[in-house]
């Protein structure tokens, strides 16, 4: 790999070309904060696309692209002169050395959990108190990512179950309830109880090590296989999906399954 002087003359060269860019562009020029922000969420979530497919060119385009944006709002900054990219850079390097005093200092952790609860600690100490512990899940998360975050934030300070295997019986009441409500044929309840069901599955995954969003998302692209599978000879056979049959359409499915265990 690259050495750490030719990654430092890359960065330099990529910052040379964005002040150019921003001077020049007229696209670059008129760009602000609040005009960027949907292009950010749309390259993370482009970046996350290729992290979940693992495909390695994508994943160095994309972080490209989220770099960009990265030292495009730095860029900005600057011009407000409120911060520039130094500033983001060393305030990110004080909070990495403060938050890991196991390496940097006397503390010990020794496994990934407590470097973890440290984490949350100290977390707390920057804000002076003065902010709770689920204060820094941002609003804007995705529901499942958002879940999931709350309940680790809380287990980092103790709020957790004693032994995972507890979840289930929380996991089998939340159901029962949904179900209850269901037949009742209350909509409000019901939707409340399935928030319910979903809460106590991610806090399910948590505790077995197991990411629900990355989990659900490789569910999503399996039923996206296959669905185009039963699509694509649905086509073959010269009918449409409307005019098949369920059982047809199972056949066709139960192919798609079969093929990819061979």
Not at 113 to 133: F, P
Not at 230 to 245: A, D, P
Request: proline content about 2%; glycine content about 4%.
């Amino acid at each position: 790999m690259h050495s750490r002087e030719e990654k430092l003359e890359a960065f330099g060269r990529f910052l040379d070309v964005l002040d150019e860019l921003r001077e020049k562009c007229p696209w670059d020029r008129k760009q602000t904060n609040e005009s960027l922000r949907p292009n950010t969420i749309e390259e993370t979530y482009e970046l996350c696309d290729a992290l979940i497919r693992n495909d390695k060119k994508e994943i160095c385009k994309e972080l490209g692209d989220v770099l960009l944006h990265v030292a495009f709002y730095a860029k900005i900054g600057s011009e407000t002169g409120d911060f520039d990219m130094k500033d983001v850079c060393d305030r990110l390097c004080d909070k990495l050395i403060f938050r890991h005093p196991h390496v940097f200092g006397d503390t010990v952790a020794e496994t990934a959990g407590q470097v973890s609860q440290n984490w949350e600690q100290l977390k707390l100490k920057e804000k002076d108190g003065n902010k709770s512990v689920l204060s820094g899940v941002p609003a804007s998360l995705p529901s499942l990512i958002k879940a999931y975050r709350i309940q680790d934030k809380a287990r980092n300070v103790g709020f957790d179950w004693e032994e995972r295997t507890q979840v289930w019986d929380k996991v089998k009441e939340e159901i029962a309830e949904f179900q209850a409500e269901v037949e009742h044929m209350d909509q409000k309840k019901a939707e409340e109880e399935f928030g319910d069901v979903m809460f106590s599955l991610i806090n399910a995954a948590r505790l077995y090590k197991i990411n629900p969003d990355n989990a659900l998302e490789h569910t999503n692209q399996k039923f996206i296989r296959r669905f185009n599978y039963v699509e694509e000879h649905s086509i073959r056979q010269g009918k449409n999906l409307q005019e098949m049959t369920l059982e047809e359409m199972d056949k066709l499915w139960n192919e798609a399954k079969q093929l990819e265990k061979e």
